[in-house]
């Protein structure tokens, strides 16, 4: 089997989801969701707002924002151990003389008006807002496939510092960064990068389990990019477009059972069943077998205990990175014990190829499209006859 360095990089992720939300309780109180329904998801204060002002999120745990006169303060809370802090950033606009007593915290100028992304799902982000021409370098281009990242590459006006495990240094102080944004992952630092004196944003949204919590991570990066009208305005939309989607499914009443992923032997990684992917199985009206366990990272199971669980699912839905389309002969070439699901009898195998479809860059600021498109496996009658898919095929003979 054929396994990509992005496939291997998040299948380090979820493990790292796993480890994090393990026995943690998500179930947001009464109260707070009746204070959210108060304060909406606007973010911005109300009028009268004085010093110190919490900018209000709908969704997003990963990290908290208060507003003061001369600056604005930035957390982004440890997911690995939640009694500490993972960065502070104090943002200060760049035409205002730097305040006396700031609070500590790394200092970012603003707007930053020259950026270098770790990761695809980032610049997917700073083009939504329309910041992408803030874009001036990306770590491993070839996984990206978003049009303009590919265009600037070839034109020579974006730059490829390398892998991001270990981008190159010199490049990076090339272009003369104002802010690197970055992924983290448990235990692994970022080496010489951290001394070169360039701000640098762990963005932890893959850690949020709900698809608009992942979303609502594009409003911090318009804080950043001096772009938070236009980040609220994207947010809004797509916020009211994954409801809008969701609601085609209220009143489904045959929900087929769906099986995840694939195997890589001896183990086979499935969604916990408060994770992200779980929680997009349920809207778009499936239902997963593995829905009653409380993670919101990833199981890490034998072979033998998801045929024991899944052998009898009437959907399963893979991803891979492929040059060409995977086949049901292919599928089945790779793991000898294919055939004996139900749904790989009965033609119902769907897939994602993330080698050609920018299914990473969209999925986590657009949510509400991988909704359609799941919509579309399991009940295309809800859509029209002639969608499209943007994500997904299915696999044939």
């Known amino acids: 089997m054929i396994i990509c360095a992005q496939t291997v990089a998040f299948r380090r992720l979820y493990t790292v989801e796993s480890l994090f939300w393990k026995g943690m309780n998500l179930k947001i109180s009464i109260l707070t969701g009746l204070f959210l329904l108060l304060i909406g998801c606007t973010g911005r204060p109300s009028a009268g707002a004085g010093e110190g002002e919490i900018y209000a999120l709908a969704y997003a745990k990963g990290f908290t924002v208060e507003r003061h006169a001369a600056y604005t303060r930035v957390v982004v809370r440890n997911p690995w151990d939640t009694t500490k802090l993972l960065r502070t950033y104090v943002l200060v606009p760049d035409t205002a003389d730097l305040p006396q007593d700031l609070p500590r915290g790394e200092v970012v100028r603003t707007p930053v008006r020259r950026i270098v992304a770790y990761a695809s799902a980032h610049c997917g982000m ?181 045929l024991e669980r899944g052998v009898g699912a009437e959907v399963w839905v893979i991803k891979y990175n492929r040059p060409q389309d995977m086949t049901l002969a292919g599928l089945r070439g790779e793991f000898d014990a294919a055939s004996r699901f139900a749904a790989f009898q009965n033609r119902r195998v769907f897939g994602v190829n ?43 003979d």
């Not at 510092?161 to 990076?172: C, D, H």
């Not at 059972?257 to 009206?285: C, H, I, K, Q």
């Not at 600021?365 to 997904?392: C, G, K, N, S, T």
Request: charged share 25%; proline share 8%.
């Open 126 to 306: 700073l083009e939504a807002i329309g910041a992408e021409g803030q874009l001036v370098g990306v770590c491993e281009s070839r996984y990206v496939n978003l049009d303009f990242v590919r265009r600037g590459i070839a034109e020579g006006t974006l730059t490829d510092v390398g892998e991001a495990a270990s981008p190159n240094l010199e490049k990076i102080i090339q272009l003369e960064p104002d802010l690197l944004i970055a992924t983290p992952i448990e235990n692994m630092g970022y080496g010489q990068v951290e001394k070169i004196g360039v701000p640098l944003l762990e963005a932890t949204e893959y850690l949020e389990n709900t698809p608009l919590g992942r979303a609502e991570w594009v409003r911090l990066l318009g804080l950043f990019c001096g772009r938070e009208a236009e980040a609220d305005s994207v947010f809004r939309r797509i916020e009211a477009n994954y409801k809008a989607v969701k609601a085609l499914t209220d009143n489904v009443e045959d929900r087929p059972t769906v099986l995840p992923e694939m195997p890589y032997p001896p183990v086979w990684y499935v969604p916990g069943g408060e994770s992200f992917m779980a929680n997009l199985y349920r809207d778009a009206g499936a239902d997963y077998p593995w829905s009653d366990d409380p993670l919101a990272g990833s199981l890490t199971l034998s072979i033998e205990a998801v």
């Open 354 to 396: 993330t080698g050609r479809t920018p299914y990473y860059d969209e999925v986590p600021i657009y949510p509400d499209r991988v909704l359609r498109d799941l919509i579309w496996v399991f009940h295309p009658e809800l859509l029209p006859a002639d969608y499209a898919p943007r994500y997904f095929h299915r696999l044939t």
